[in-house]
Nanobody, 117 residues
């Protein structure tokens, strides 16, 4: 069992920046990927970015490449999402997602990101 606590959402003007954090506790040694999904009103939840804890490889949605950066701390139990050049269409609830061995998805409670014009 892994518990996730997210922070860092809020209201920002278009072009601004926010950093989301997600701290994991519990069976953190079983984690092999950490990432962020988002869900906008009326839309399906979509992958934003994820990082492989063991190998360090990353994946990004095309819509955020070059603007968002995913990273972890040295202890590999906190994942960050640095979001720059935010756009109106980035408005969504952002969810932390951690995959633990063998293939269990763990979700955070979600944090609202609202980008205003």
């Amino acid at each position: 069992q892994v518990q996730l606590v997210e922070s860092g959402g809020g209201l920002v003007q278009a072009g601004g920046s926010l950093r989301l954090s997600c701290s994991a506790s519990g069976r953190i040694n079983s984690i092999y990927t950490m990432g962020w999904y988002r869900q906008a009103p009326g839309k399906e939840r979509e992958l934003v970015a994820r990082i492989n804890i063991r190998g360090g490889g990353t994946n990004y949605a095309d819509s955020v490449k070059g603007r968002f950066t995913i990273s972890t701390d040295s202890a590999k139990n906190t994942v960050y999402l640095q979001m720059n050049s935010l756009q109106l269409e980035d408005t969504a609830v952002y969810y932390c997602n951690v995959i633990t061995f063998p293939a269990k998805a763990n979700w955070g409670q979600g944090t609202q990101v609202t980008v205003s014009s």
